[in-house]
Structures are given as structure tokens and as C-alpha cells.
């Protein structure tokens, strides 16, 4: 599958959105098709939804869109009441079916269907452990170990494998998880990666977001605490907290970038939190201009908090073309600036002669940042003052981001003049740390910024830094 790498290869990708539904006597197969498709935007490779009636699990999955994957057929083809649903973008692992999920697998507790976002920073210790006590791995993902690790401790009970495994793995995980006849959430005890609780009548549902409790018509209950497991089941919902990390370390990426502005985590409104980011972005760089205009579609929020606080107008000046979607193929290299018209078109009656603040969330490599100042000053822009709502990114990300490795940050080998320069604006600007973090108020210490500072909650050894995995 091709992906789009005209605007979004200079952006952190996406790492995976998870699904799961409880609700004796509705269609849960569409219901969490409709989840899905909520979160798409967590994930564009592959998609796959599981459902269990009872006494065993069917599983249909493939590489695309949620809507390339499924039809009314094999949507009506589900019998149960129990869902859990899957969206991908490769972190760690190659794109290819195998490595879809959810992963259903059988074991002495009966089967088992799970779907993973986030990253394990000790996959490749425990992927080579259990190598050589005899466990077979049919994909490349770091799910496949935590799949492997609650086989192995299968014993006890199903929740009793699952603290034993969260005992041994380390890094970010956000799990949903179904057996015949229960549904199991579980977060990491720091909360890298979001997981929210939802209730539709009687039905109970799970999602990484809470735009897809909304999509299928559930109201919100609360957030999973990091280190809790829910457990839903015939006998209603269950909650035990069984590990606490030295810290709360939540994706801030998820309220720059990630997250759709609709979406509520951690006691945050992404698009509040957007907006506030601009307002900090204007007042820390009280720049003479005539507009403010947005990159579509990540920067419209902030863009919009910069002209409220700054008092300058804010305009449409880039149009996106919506119907080239994150598949459309890479043009030849002679043909890259078409690529970017073919997707982000400049309005010259808005920009022509006007002193423009362009806002955008982040730069990674500043290739299409460089494109976009090239395209609004030759449509008659006096200035190009380039503004970004979040710190520059100098780290990777080893916790369900795919930031790119640090030699393909640009602000990992370059100061604030050379990266303007590159890009070739008359200003830049970037948020600045405490600024972003302010944002949050008295929760601003609640947060992961390792890509921004190279503070990382939880150590990431040199093999996985150096982006070596055993046994691919």
C-alpha cells in the first residue's frame, strides 16, 4: 500500500487507534466498524475487527481503510456481542497483513483476540527470552509478545496473566482485549497512550479516543488510569489498579497533532488545548502581519487562538484537497512541487500583498514546510512568518510515534536561523516548552515531552534506539 508522503511524510505518523464493545442484543460488528472509522486518522494501513458470540471468535482483517476492509457482507457475516476493532500504522514491524490486528491466538484459557496501540522499549529482550523457551512468532510487532506472554502465563486466570505481563513489559500500551466472553481494557501505569470508558444503555464501550464514543452514540464515562485493568463481562464492569509508574507521562503529541479536536483525554478538550496553544504561540512572538492562515488541517486551531490573541485576521490562504487522501502515490522527484499543489492550494487574492503568519503544528524534516513559504510567497506575500504550536522535535519517539530517527529531525542538526533559512521564511517561530507546558496549568507535570527534551520516562536500551528488533 502506497502512502502519501507529499504533506504527512513531514509529520509524526499516526501510531494505532483500538476499539471494543460489550453490549448483549446490539450489532456490534457495525458498531465498532463505526468506531473505526472515528479513528481512522490513528491509522490508515490495515484495519480489523474481531467478534465473539459466546463460545468462539471470528476475525476479519486486511491492509487499507477501515472502509476498504469491510462490506455490508462480511459485516453481517459477525454473530456475538462482544467487539474489538483495530487501526494501524506500522511503529515498529513492516506493513504487511500479517501484522494487522487484533491478533487472535488460543490458549489453555480458550481464545483470545487483542489489539495493541503503543510501543514496547524491551521488545527485543523479551522477544529473544521467549524465542528460546520455544515460542513461535508468526508477525513482527511488539503485540505478538505481549500475546505470547499472557499464553505463557495462562495458569491462573486470564487477569492474572495479564499483571504478569504487565510486570515484564515495558514502554507504552494501550490494550483491548477480548475473550469468548468478556472485554478487558488496560493501560500502561504511566498513560502514555490514551484509553477511554464509554456506556451506550447497558452496552459498555472502550476506545482509544472519545470522538468514537460519540460516533456510536455512547456517553463518556471517565478515562482508563494508567495501570488499571476494566474487565466487562456478564456480570457488569470490574476495575483493579495493579501497577503505578513513578509518574503520569500522557503523549502531549496526542493534543498537538494525534488526537482529533473533538476528542476529550486526561481532563483536556484537544481543541481548547489547540487553541490555547496559538494564543501562547502569539504572545510569544508579537509579530508584525497583516493574517494569520492555517496549514489544513492540523494547524487551523492553533492558527485561529494566534489571531484571537494577536488581533490580526484570520483567513483561509491554503485550500486542502480532500479527495487525495494519505494513499495518493509520491510523485516522481521532478514532480514533488506539483505534489504539494496537487494537495494544499494557495489563494492569491488572500495573500497577495499581504505580510502572512503561517501556523502549522510541527516541522520534522522541513521539506514540505520549505514548499508551503515557497507557495504563499509566489502568490504575492510580502513576508512569510512561520509559526509552529509545539517545541522543535529533536528526539524519537519509542513509545507509539513514528517521529523519524534523530537524523532525520531537522531541529536535531539545525538551530532557529538555519532551519529558516531552509525553509526560507522571513521568521520562525516555535513554541516553546514551558509555553506548551503552561497550557496544561498545574497538570503540566502529567506529561511525556521526550520528543521535545529527551527526557524519557521509561529508559529505551541502545538496540531499539539504534532501531535494531530481534528476529526480523
Not at 447497558?202 to 452514540?217: F, K, M, R, W
Request: net charge neutral.
Amino acid at each position: 500500500m502506497f502512502k502519501n508522503c507529499i504533506v504527512e511524510c513531514d509529520k509524526p505518523r499516526d501510531e494505532c487507534g483500538v476499539f471494543g464493545i460489550y453490549s448483549p442484543g446490539l450489532d456490534v460488528a457495525r458498531l465498532t466498524y463505526y468506531g473505526l472509522y472515528a479513528l481512522q486518522h490513528r491509522g490508515q494501513e490495515s484495519a480489523g475487527i474481531a467478534v465473539a458470540d459466546g463460545s468462539r471468535i471470528q476475525l476479519h482483517k486486511g491492509m487499507g481503510l477501515a472502509s476498504e476492509v469491510f462490506s455490508h457482507e462480511n459485516l453481517d457475516s459477525f454473530q456475538g456481542y462482544i467487539g474489538v476493532g483495530h487501526v494501524r500504522y506500522s511503529t515498529t514491524g513492516t506493513s504487511n497483513l500479517v501484522n494487522a490486528q487484533p491478533l487472535v491466538f488460543r490458549c489453555s484459557r480458550g481464545m483470545i483476540g487483542l489489539a495493541h496501540n503503543g510501543n514496547l522499549t524491551n521488545v527485543n529482550e523479551l522477544r529473544s527470552q521467549l524465542f528460546l523457551n520455544g515460542s513461535v512468532f508468526q508477525s513482527s510487532t511488539d503485540s505478538e509478545v505481549i500475546v505470547n506472554l499472557i499464553a505463557r502465563y495462562s495458569q491462573g486466570s486470564l487477569v492474572d496473566s495479564i499483571i504478569k505481563t504487565m510486570i515484564d513489559i515495558r514502554g507504552a500500551y494501550s490494550l483491548v482485549i477480548l475473550t469468548e466472553k468478556s472485554l478487558i481494557g488496560v493501560r500502561d501505569p504511566y498513560g502514555f497512550r490514551p484509553l477511554c470508558l464509554g456506556r451506550k444503555g447497558d452496552a459498555y464501550v472502550l476506545a482509544s479516543e472519545s470522538c468514537a464514543l460519540d460516533t456510536v452514540g455512547a456517553e463518556f464515562i471517565r478515562d482508563v488510569e494508567p495501570g488499571e485493568i476494566i474487565v466487562i463481562d456478564k456480570k457488569g464492569l470490574t476495575s483493579r489498579k495493579v501497577l503505578q509508574g513513578s509518574r503520569k507521562a500522557h503523549c502531549i503529541f496526542e493534543y498537538i497533532y494525534l488526537a482529533r479536536p473533538d476528542t476529550s483525554m486526561d481532563g483536556f478538550n484537544v481543541n481548547k488545548v489547540r487553541r490555547e496553544m496559538g494564543r501562547q504561540l502569539a504572545r510569544e512572538y508579537p509579530v508584525d502581519a497583516d493574517i494569520v492562515i492555517p496549514v489544513p488541517d492540523s494547524g487551523k486551531t492553533a492558527a485561529w487562538g494566534f489571531a484571537l490573541e494577536s488581533g490580526m485576521a484570520y483567513e483561509e490562504g491554503l485550500m486542502k484537497n480532500r479527495y487525495i487522501g494519505r494513499t495518493f502515490i509520491q510523485p516522481v522527484q521532478s514532480s514533488r512541487d506539483l505534489g504539494v499543489k496537487l494537495k494544499l492550494n494557495p489563494v492569491r487574492d488572500v495573500l497577495e500583498g499581504k505580510k502572512v503568519v503561517v501556523v502549522d503544528d510541527s516541522i520534522v524534516r522541513g521539506t514540505t514546510s520549505g514548499k508551503i513559504v515557497n507557495m504563499v510567497r509566489e502568490c504575492g506575500a510580502k513576508e512569510v512568518h512561520f509559526c509552529l504550536s509545539s517545541p522543535p522535535i529533536i528526539k524519537s519517539c519509542y513509545y507509539g510515534i513514528d517521529t523519524s530517527n534523530r537524523g532525520e529531525l531537522i531541529a536535531a542538526s539545525k538551530n532557529l536561523e538555519e532551519i529558516r533559512k531552509y525553509i526560507g521564511a522571513d521568521g520562525l517561530h516555535y513554541l516553546s516548552l514551558q509555553g506548551l507546558l503552561d497550557v496544561f496549568g498545574d497538570q503540566q507535570g502529567n506529561f511525556c515531552t521526550a520528543c521535545f527534551s529527551g527526557d524519557y520516562p521509561v529508559g529505551v536500551p541502545d538496540d531499539v534506539v539504534n532501531g535494531k528488533y530481534a528476529l526480523e
